[in-house]
């Protein structure tokens, strides 16, 4: 069901090289991607709505959700959800609420002054997948660290289901009311985030699209950076988990499957240091398999080349290897793993120990599940507060501590050739010879 690596002995150079990643040739789909942003760029809504026709079988009178679908929704939620979704919020808005920045002055020289100033974007799309599953948590996630970021205007975009009247699924659009965002729009794919780049019709432009989705969203983002700001291009969900002979096989085959749930490319990755482990993960993942509602895409998705037990001496080695995979979860299962987590530097998350599973941080543990996936946790974090804010410099100098900083302006600038720089500072000091 699942394939192993065996790394015991001397790790190779390269680690990513040999490690399990799913693929996703984002180049592949640039060209139509292409076509259909300029259809949008060009049409506006128009394009909208004939390529959610062709695509999503879907006919919108309007891409835009009535307001009052939204209350029928939130009328319409099962309780127990509603509670769960209200306590997600409670959770994810404690953590993000921490991490708003303040503006800091720095006094430089006397009369000399930087304030770092912390300003959130002024309009943001917000984007929330639909197809295999429903996902009310990515509407939690994206909306919450704006929200607290401060941004004055936001928009939810999800895909139209047919089986809904051509809305979001209702889940979705009871999420959105539950956070007070009226402005949700019945569209997915690649259009949704041309949409909110050139604007329409119906739908004003962003500044920033975020949110995870196929790779048709991430060829848009992709293609559209630069107009638009983005949060990453997101790949296939994966979780690797680091464990030791101190580890329930139980526990990691749930976590395991729990992942491969996703979709058939998603990434389920053990490293241990334990063959013991491994042979009873391996018992334990087809039974548990076999007793869950999507099992046949859990079994693809655990057998792909994506997936595998990778074996390692050391949990030295495991540390380098799990570095170098850069998971989008990465759990801990190891003896004093607090410690063993605190020395991983490439993670969108660490999960420590047994009772933090990731499905925890999908949706209750605070902490946010937009999260970078494919490698790209070793240079980019997931989605925050920080996503949502710019920081401006403020500079503000007297007279007397520009003409003290004058001399060293003078030099540079005769040092890089550009004279003119120079210039500027002289011009208000003409009783300066220099």
């Known amino acids: 069901m699942i394939s192993r690596i065996d790394l015991r002995g001397t790790l190779p150079d390269d680690l990513r090289a040999v490690l399990p990643r799913a693929e996703l040739d984002v180049e592949a789909a640039l060209a139509k991607t292409r076509l259909l942003c300029d259809d949008v760029r060009h049409r506006g809504v128009a394009a909208v709505r004939e390529i959610t026709a062709r695509l999503d079988g879907v006919e919108l009178t309007s891409t835009r959700v009535p307001v009052e679908a939204l209350g029928e929704a939130l009328a319409a939620l099962d309780p127990a959800v509603r509670a769960a979704l209200e306590e997600s919020i409670r959770r994810a808005r404690l953590v993000h609420r921490d991490q708003r920045r303040t503006d800091t002055t720095t006094h430089v020289v006397v009369g000399g002054t930087v304030t770092e100033r912390w300003v959130p974007v002024e309009r943001v799309g917000l984007y929330v997948p639909g197809g295999r ?74 500044r920033m699209v975020t949110g995870p989705g ?50 058939v490319i998603a990434a389920a990755v053990l490293v241990t240091t334990s063959e013991r482990l491994a042979e009873a993960v391996e018992k334990e993942l087809p039974g548990q398999v076999a007793v869950t509602r999507h099992s046949e895409r859990i079994a693809e998705a655990l057998a792909g080349q994506q997936s595998g037990i990778v074996l390692v001496s050391s949990l030295d080695d495991g540390l380098q290897v799990v570095d170098a995979y850069a998971a989008e979860h990465l759990e801990i299962h190891t003896a004093d793993a607090h410690a063993v987590a605190a020395r991983v530097r490439n993670a969108g998350a660490i999960f420590i120990g047994p009772y933090a599973p990731v499905s925890l941080g999908d949706y209750m543990a605070g902490s946010n599940h937009v999260l970078p996936t ?27 501590a520009l003409a003290e900083a004058a001399p060293h302006v003078y030099a540079l600038a005769e040092a890089e050739d550009l004279p003119a720089h120079g210039a500027a500072v002289r011009a208000r000091f003409p009783e300066d010879p220099r």
């Open 133 to 206: 599953a429903v996902y009310p948590s990515s509407v939690v996630m994206n909306v919450v660290p704006a929200q607290e970021a401060g941004v004055p205007s936001l928009a939810v975009s999800s895909p139209p289901q047919a089986g809904f009247g051509g809305l979001p699924h209702p889940t979705i659009l009871a999420a959105c009311a539950l956070l007070e965002v009226d402005e949700v729009y019945a569209v997915g794919g690649a259009q949704a985030v041309a949409m909110f780049a050139y604007g329409t019709e119906e739908c004003p432009p962003v």
């Open 214 to 263: 196929n790779i048709w969203v991430a060829a848009a983002k992709r293609l559209l950076k630069g107009r638009i700001g983005i949060d990453s291009e997101a790949g296939p969900t994966e979780i690797a988990v680091l464990a030791d002979d101190t580890a329930d096989p139980a526990h990691v085959a749930a976590d395991l499957i729990s992942q491969a749930e996703h979709d």
């Open 374 to 400: 494919g490698g790209c946790a070793c240079h980019s974090s997931g989605l925050s507060v920080q996503t949502f804010l710019r920081g401006i410099h403020v500079v503000d100098y007297t007279r007397e």
